[in-house]
């Protein structure tokens, strides 16, 4: 009998791919408002949690909270939150009182759920028009978008757009990265391995050896490749 593949051992739970959530520093939201809220920003700070900096808020009432930062954001800086705000970068309001064209970022959903799209570092999205009951916006991806103009969104771009071009350089510092994140690597072909590791595995020379389609019941430890694939290859 061969061993657990990789996926068996992941769904268990083990540390190596558990994410290290009690290092996580807060769940991110937007600030509420019923009227304009002024908040001064005291510190730029690094989350695990996350691949963007993140900015500590002081807030009127002396509460503290933590934001996405948006690039040219720093300390001492005046973000607000309301319905009648400049379109500075890191102030935040209704998608319906932004211009098109307006970068924007850390979009809600659904109004009031705190902002769910556009968070990593360096994305932004755009405005493109504005409807009675929606507003249409352009996603990272080119993807466009209908939204509830009640959905509040933060003005300008994630900080942090230059961390990709700096290369890791050597394989460690790569291991150690992706140990952080709770990712296993460096990740192995299953044709390179051992045929008591993976069904792919073992042969004289690197092939599947069986359909790469697997079916939808099959048991966990086949359920590599494709799986319960409506159809394969090129579409024509």
């Not at 959530?21 to 908040?39: G, I, P, Q, W």
Request: hydrophobic share 35%; charged share 25%; glycine share 12%.
């Amino acid at each position: 009998m061969g061993k657990r593949i990789i996926s068996q051992n992941r769904g268990k739970g083990t540390p190596t791919y558990r994410a290290p959530s009690h290092r996580y520093k807060a769940d991110l939201r937007h600030l509420n408002f019923t009227e304009t809220v002024k908040a001064k920003v005291i510190d730029i700070e690094h989350d695990p949690a996350r691949n963007a900096p993140i900015a500590k808020v002081l807030l009127p009432d002396g509460s503290k909270r933590y934001i996405i930062a948006t690039e040219g954001m720093g300390t001492g800086d005046i973000v607000e939150a309301g319905e009648n705000v400049s379109l500075k970068p890191g102030n935040i309001t209704y998608l319906k009182n932004i211009p098109e064209g307006t970068p924007i970022c850390n979009i809600e959903s659904m109004p009031g759920d705190g902002g769910k799209f556009v968070r990593a570092s360096g994305t932004f999205a755009l405005i493109v028009s504005h409807e009675e009951k929606r507003s249409l916006v352009q996603m990272p991806s080119g993807v466009l978008k209908w939204f509830n103009p009640m959905c509040r969104a933060m003005i300008g771009v994630v900080a942090g757009g230059g961390r990709t071009d700096k290369p890791f350089v050597k394989a460690g510092k790569k291991f150690y990265r992706c140990r952080s994140k709770a990712t296993k690597w460096p990740r192995v072909r299953g044709v390179a391995m051992n045929a008591v590791d993976h069904p792919f595995g073992g042969g004289k020379h690197q092939h599947t050896g069986k359909p790469k389609t697997v079916s939808r019941n099959a048991p966990p430890g086949r359920k590599v490749g494709s799986i319960a694939a409506r159809r394969t290859g090129a579409k024509r």
